[in-house]
């Protein structure tokens, strides 16, 4: 049986993430798929507990901006640090706080988190179950 | 008793979002607050049954895209469109279709929908209940 290489598999992927358009060639087109279908990956420490998908990229067709999804285990937490993107955050489920340079606010279920470039933050999950909450952020240049 | 306009405080609303950091100016802050904390809008026809909360915007200091949170009733629904934007959306309760122009798909929580740029769709209630859903946009030239 012939093997086919992980990266045909992407490149495979990427081209059924496109039609062709007599109009504009190639695009890409609507997808729907449920969260847990995208692999989850550990976020590695400083971290401690964190796993994320991401669930919109560019390789989905995405052009401006990814959604990632973060679980954080009972006492786990992101890591506290800054860098120069913005995130926009939803918080699906569980409890905590989140930390930024004025101090810290509790999160839960429905709340609406958004942290500017370049300040100081940290989610940590304070409850006993796990905290789950949506992150966008812009596309990095590569 | 003196009357302050609606822009005078759109104008302090807006200075409170940010705070003056000696080294980089103002700058926007961290803020987190629950979505139903801001204010729900009407979608006009042709939507039906779809009302919309602007949960992070260029006023709450967003430099790249903003987050709504829609909620259509049920046999309601988005209008049958296109536009050159792409959605990211994130279905948080409900159940329904999302329409694409190559049919339809049942959506329900937990699903993401990626919808390019230019692509006609349409997001309906099939459900019982309320269909609530995040759909993220890159901001728009003014």
Chains 1, 2 share one sequence.
Request: aromatic share 8%; proline share 7%.
């Amino acid at each position: 049986m012939t093997k086919v290489s992980f990266e045909a598999i992407e490149w495979i992927e990427g081209m059924c993430a496109k039609v062709k358009n007599p109009e504009v060639g190639w695009r890409a087109i609507m997808k729907r798929f449920h969260n847990t279908s995208v692999k989850v990956e550990d976020v590695p420490a400083p971290a401690s507990g964190v796993k994320v998908r991401w669930l919109i990229t560019e390789e989905t067709g995405a052009p401006n901006f990814a959604m990632r999804q973060f679980t954080v285990a009972p006492g786990g937490h992101t890591p506290l640090h800054t860098h120069p993107w913005e995130h926009e955050a939803f918080i699906l489920s569980g409890a905590g706080v989140v930390v930024g340079e004025d101090g810290e606010e509790e999160i839960s279920p429905g709340d609406v988190v958004f942290v500017p470039q370049d300040e100081e933050h940290q989610f940590r999950n304070t409850g006993e179950e796990e905290l789950k909450f949506l992150c966008l952020i812009p596309h990095q240049e590569k």
